[in-house]
Each structure stands twice: as C-alpha cells, then as structure tokens.
C-alpha cells in the first residue's frame, strides 16, 4: 500500500538559505500534518492542512510557512535558516472527514533530516 | 494546558514485567483515539487504535476511560524491543472533521 512520501530525505543548507520540504500524502487523505524533531526531543507540532487550508498552528516560527495544494501534497518553506532548524521534520495525513467505516489514523512519512551548517 | 498530555517518563521497565501508563485529554468532544510507537529518529507508526470497550492485541491491552477522560497503555511480558516511546493521539470532531492532537510521548525503556 502506498505511504506518505517524504522528500529530500536528506537535505544540508548553509545558515540563512532557504529550504523546502515536501510531502505526499496517502491517496484519498486530505489531512496533512508537519513536525519538527530536534535532536533528543519529542516531536513538535508546527501546522496542518485540511481540504487545502489551514487547520491548525503549532509552534512554527514566523520563518516558516507551508501550505497544501489542490493534489494534497504540502510544503514546508524554511527561510533564513538558523543552526536550530536542525532536525528531523515528519509529515503525516489522514483524512479529516470522518466517513463510516473508514479508517482516520494518521500515517507517518519516514522524514527529512535538515541539517543546517 | 495541553489538549494531550503524558508522562514523558522514562518507564525502566525489567524484561518480563509489565508496564502500564496513561493519557489524559482536555476536549471531551474527542471521539478516536490511538496509541503511536516511536523508535530512536524514526518515524511514528501506529501501534493500535483504543475502542470504547477497549481492546487488546497480543501483549498490548489499551483502554478508554471517557469519565475521567484518559486512555492507557498495558505492555505484559516486556520485551527488549518494546524499548521506545509511545505516543498517544486524540482525534476530536468538529462538524463532519476531525481534527489529531499528539501527546508528548511516554519513553520506555526495557532492561535486561
């Protein structure tokens, strides 16, 4: 079965460039989530999407900005990158409407590590 | 005050013993409810979803308690490899969709 894909797995950028992350979701989920997994740490939620708009904000900072187009992938748009935006960032989806009989459990994509340097 | 919260842990648990811990929940419009297992920087997969009359699958036995608004997780017979960290995720609804808020996560380690 087709997972949430994830791209680049890798990603190194110098300090104040800009980055972009990307994720596909599970076909027929219109939900998508992004979190950002510092070294040690639990996962911190930053934004969601539903149906292509904003659902929810976390703690993304005001660097950041993401949005999910009308195919349901989202990205992640990182500017002027800081030594702390190091991390493992994940991206998950479900669907957000709630149809008998379907499952609603969020799926994980295998994530980007960021490294800034 | 989190919508979601753990227990960060972490949980030593002896190989062969059990373990049990909870979440609690804010919103009691919430209406599905999952556990998540995280190993060391990989990602979150689902470990198995908590139905009203609870349920159990394998070692793992997970409940609802919609009064006091909390879910647990039992592990029986510990194993090296259940060492990770759980999370626990609430799916509240609002009209037709649903909206996921993550806990924190519990660590467990288990030990020889």
Request: charged share 20%; proline share 5%.
């Amino acid at each position: 079965a087709a997972g949430v894909i994830q791209s680049p797995r890798h990603l190194i950028k110098e300090k104040r460039e800009t980055a972009t992350l990307k994720c596909y979701p599970i076909p027929r989920h219109d939900t998508v989530y992004w979190y950002q997994q510092g070294p040690g740490q639990d996962p911190q939620f930053l934004i969601s999407f539903y149906e292509k708009m904003q659902s929810d904000k976390g703690s993304i900072p005001d660097r950041f900005s993401a949005q999910q187009f009308s195919d349901y992938h989202s990205e992640l748009n990182m500017s002027s990158l800081e030594l702390g935006d190091s991390a493992l960032y994940f991206c998950a989806s479900s669907l957000g409407r709630l149809i008998e009989g379907e499952d609603t459990e969020a799926f994980f994509g295998q994530g980007t590590r960021l490294t800034v340097v | 005050r989190k919508e979601v919260e753990q227990d960060p842990g972490p949980f030593n648990v002896p190989e062969g013993a059990t373990v049990a811990f909870n979440c609690t929940y804010s919103n009691s419009a919430s209406q599905s409810f999952f556990w998540y297992r995280q190993d060391c920087r990989k990602e979150p997969k689902l470990l198995m979803s908590v139905y009203s009359s609870g349920n159990e699958d394998g070692r793992f036995t997970a409940q609802l308690n919609r009064a006091s608004q909390y879910i647990s997780l039992l592990i029986r017979d510990s194993k090296l490899s259940d060492s990770a960290t759980y999370l626990c995720v609430v799916k509240r609804t609002t009209d037709s969709w649903g909206k996921l808020q993550f806990g924190a996560g519990t660590q467990v380690v288990v030990t020889p």
